[in-house]
């Protein structure tokens, strides 16, 4: 094997710390790929950050009610995933906010536009980083990294040919360890109410993710992402969407074993 | 059939940040090239009289620490400031390189520390798992940095860089 070299770096994005660890050829390599990398990350936030009220995503949700909006290519693929999921999961996933709201209520053309059948917020925050995590692998692989990690506060994907040991936070005590699970050429995503504030059931509205994370592992970091919030509303009865996609999912509740969500 | 992912689980003892989860990304020098790649670094001494203190802090609304970052005047007419937040669990050092018009032209995080204190989970956990696998998670811990589950949110560090942005418009010039 050709030597190569490693290195670690972390900045303040997507309202989190988004770290890229990366194995590349020489260092030239290296500091192209860990600057394409972030920028990457750095472009899916200006789109979708719904606090920003300059992203695309908050003038959608200030324009789609009275016409019909167009989206970037990127946030039209996240757009597309997150209503698939909606579709698959019954609505247990839904990126619409607003009472009385639902994914069915966003109209979608195939040339990339939207608009809003009744009053809505679009929120694809319950995704979007996962998306970010994808495009930053696919800038740095592009770049010359031989193999990483990308990891957007917790929704990680590893890729190239070295294994990577994730540890799962405990979901009663997230500052300590449950468990290590190891990763190649594969993406990760835990999702539990640890910091932020409760996760919502998009059917009923009712909070889930108290003392329980799901940990979904897939091909790409956006489907993991998504499937996250499916398996923690759905439980079980997501191992029919999981296999799906290429996925495999355990929840960890309070101290008890890992349940995994697989088909009987 | 491909291979499933397995889970490991942790001994009681296999702390994640009690024992320091700590990650080091960049040296000074380190940080002052990945912002600046190729310029000349020469340290900057300041002290701040108390208006200027109040300036910052009113302009910023973060408090100003009892130890002031460290300013290094770039070459090309910039400011490279190291600076430290301390936030609820975590510890960050980080690097802001501002130009010489005071535009953000880099934010790196230097190291990253979480720690909760000295908080016990239930020994049932420990019951679980203790000898229910041949691998030892505890010497993986050595070398594992990677984290899947929410991390804390970056705001503070927001507000940090807010602070930096303010010392430049007060004190260096």
């Given amino acids: 094997m050709s030597p190569c070299i490693k290195a670690r770096r972390a900045r303040p994005l997507l309202g989190t710390f988004v770290e890229i660890g990366l194995s590349a050829p020489n260092e030239s390599i290296l500091r192209r790929a860990f600057a394409v990398g972030f920028i990457a990350i750095a472009e899916v936030q200006r789109l979708m950050n719904r606090h920003d009220p300059a992203s695309e995503i908050s003038r959608l949700n200030r324009a789609a009610l009275q016409r019909k909006v167009s989206l970037h290519r990127w946030t039209f693929t996240v757009l597309r995933?997150?209503?698939?999921?909606?579709?698959?999961?019954g609505g247990a996933f839904d990126a619409t906010r607003g009472p009385g709201s639902s994914w069915r209520d966003l109209l979608i053309d195939d040339a990339g536009a939207v608009r809003f059948r009744r009053p809505l917020k679009l929120d694809l925050g319950g995704i979007a980083k996962g998306f970010a995590v994808d495009r930053a692998v696919d800038a740095v692989r592009k770049a010359g990294a031989i193999a990483g990690i990308v990891n957007a506060g917790g929704d990680l994907r590893a890729f190239g040919d070295?294994?990577?040991?994730?540890?799962?936070?405990?979901?009663?005590?997230?500052g300590h360890s449950a468990g290590t699970v190891v990763l190649r050429e594969r993406a990760l995503a835990t999702s539990a109410a640890y910091f932020a504030p409760a996760l919502f059931d998009g059917r009923s509205g009712a909070p889930i993710g108290n003392g329980v994370s799901a940990t979904v592992a897939a091909p790409d970091c956006l489907t993991a992402d998504g499937l996250t919030k499916i398996s923690l509303a759905l439980e079980t009865e997501a191992a029919r969407i999981l296999a799906r996609h290429d996925a495999e999912a355990f929840l960890l509740r309070g101290n008890s074993s890992p349940c995994w969500l697989r088909r009987q | 059939m491909k291979p499933q992912l397995i889970f490991i689980a942790a001994?009681?003892?296999?702390?994640?940040?009690?024992?320091?989860?700590?990650?080091?990304?960049?040296?000074?020098?380190?940080?002052?090239?990945?912002?600046?790649?190729?310029?000349?670094?020469?340290p900057f001494s300041f002290a701040l009289t108390d208006p200027q203190r109040k300036a910052i802090?009113?302009?910023?609304?973060?408090?100003?620490?009892?130890?002031p970052?460290?300013?290094?005047?770039?070459?090309?007419?910039?400011?490279?400031i190291i600076d430290k937040v301390i936030g609820k669990h975590d510890f960050i050092t980080y690097a802001v390189g501002l130009t010489a018009e005071g535009a953000v032209r880099g934010i790196e995080i230097m190291d990253y520390r979480e720690s909760y204190g000295g908080q016990v989970r239930d020994p049932k956990w420990r019951v679980q798992f203790t000898g229910k696998t041949k691998h030892d998670p505890l010497k993986l811990?050595?070398?594992?940095?990677?984290?899947?589950?929410?991390?804390?949110?970056?705001?503070?560090?927001?507000?940090?860089?807010?602070?930096?942005?303010?010392?430049?418009?007060?004190a260096l010039h």
């Avoid at chain 1, 070295?162 to 997230?174: A, F, G, T, V, W």
């Avoid at chain 2, 994640?16 to 002052?32: C, D, E, M, N, W």
């Avoid at chain 2, 802090?57 to 130890?67: G, N, Q």
């Avoid at chain 2, 970052?69 to 490279?80: A, C, E, I, L, Q």
């Fill in chain 1, 162 to 174: 070295e294994p990577q040991s994730i540890h799962i936070r405990h979901p009663l005590d997230p």
């Fill in chain 2, 141 to 170: 811990d050595l070398d594992i940095k990677n984290i899947s589950g929410a991390t804390l949110s970056s705001r503070h560090l927001t507000d940090g860089v807010r602070r930096v942005l303010a010392l430049h418009d007060v």
């Fill in chain 2, 57 to 67: 802090e009113e302009k910023s609304h973060v408090r100003l620490t009892d130890t």
């Fill in chain 1, 81 to 89: 995933t997150a209503q698939s999921l909606a579709s698959e999961s």
């Fill in chain 2, 69 to 80: 970052p460290s300013v290094w005047r770039v070459g090309n007419g910039g400011w490279f």
């Fill in chain 2, 11 to 42: 001994p009681l003892s296999a702390a994640l940040v009690s024992t320091g989860f700590a990650v080091t990304y960049l040296t000074p020098t380190q940080a002052q090239e990945a912002i600046f790649p190729g310029q000349k670094f020469t």
